[in-house]
């Protein structure tokens, strides 16, 4: 297809356990973004990609999260000993432009992840 | 600390009348702002976006408006349809220095037959 797939769509995992989430972007598109998404909350930013750099990691909420885009193409957010707070739904946006000329985001469905 | 506010959870309206979605925020530096429509266990659809050189945005339907000056968008659905029933977004961007994307908590939206 020609949109942003992410995979798994769910993950149940056991407290303190990793996990690994995979987003493919749009084909061509530069910017990729990573969102943590509470319920009832909207999207809250966790993570910039501009083609294979982390530009922004400031959303990362501890050291146990970890992304990368080693390609600049499909990228990889994994979380370490899990905690039932990283409980929420995980997504991936990408565009074609970078800062200052954005275009438009483009959202995968979403990880959802739920630790127990 | 929210920068962008959404403060009506929830909105019903009648097929063919206007929806108007509301949104605030707080930071002067937001210079590029976008609307999302979300239905569930999808990801967020891009509906429509503004930058901060304008005060007016349409496409079909739907338009959007900013006021700078009260630090204040909406968005004007006309005329409604049921299809349009859905949980919708604002968010903003300071798109010429950052990276980051503020999302408001969103607005769910019934359109009744």
């Known amino acids: 297809g020609a949109g942003v797939s992410q995979s798994p769509r769910y993950k149940v995992a056991k407290r303190g356990q990793d996990v690994a989430l995979r987003c493919d972007p749009i084909?061509?598109?530069?910017?990729l973004f990573w969102y943590q998404q509470a319920l009832g909350q909207g999207p809250e930013f966790l993570t910039y990609?501009?083609?294979?750099?982390?530009?922004?990691k400031s959303g990362l909420p501890s050291d146990r999260f970890f992304a990368e885009r080693p390609e600049g193409s499909v990228s990889t957010l994994k979380i370490q000993r899990t905690q039932q707070e990283d409980s929420a739904v995980y997504l991936c946006a990408s565009s074609f432009g970078v800062a200052g000329n954005w275009g438009e985001q483009y959202f995968g469905p979403g990880t959802r992840l739920t630790v127990t | 600390d929210q920068q962008v506010k959404q403060n009506s959870p929830s909105l019903s309206v009648q097929e063919g009348r206007i929806s108007i979605l509301n949104c605030d925020y707080t930071?002067?530096?937001?210079?590029?702002f976008l609307w999302y429509k979300k239905y569930p266990a999808e990801g967020p659809t891009f509906l429509i976006s503004i930058s901060s050189i304008k005060d007016k945005n349409e496409d079909g339907r739907f338009t959007v408006f900013l006021n700078k000056s009260a630090k204040h968008l909406s968005l004007h659905i006309v005329p409604s349809q049921p299809g349009d029933s859905a949980v919708y977004f604002c968010a903003a961007s300071a798109g010429g220095t950052g990276n980051q994307f503020y999302f408001g908590t969103g607005t769910s939206l019934t359109v009744i037959p």
């Open positions: 084909s061509g598109h530069v910017s």
């Open positions: 990609f501009q083609n294979e750099a982390q530009l922004d």
């Open positions: 930071n002067s530096m937001f210079d590029y």
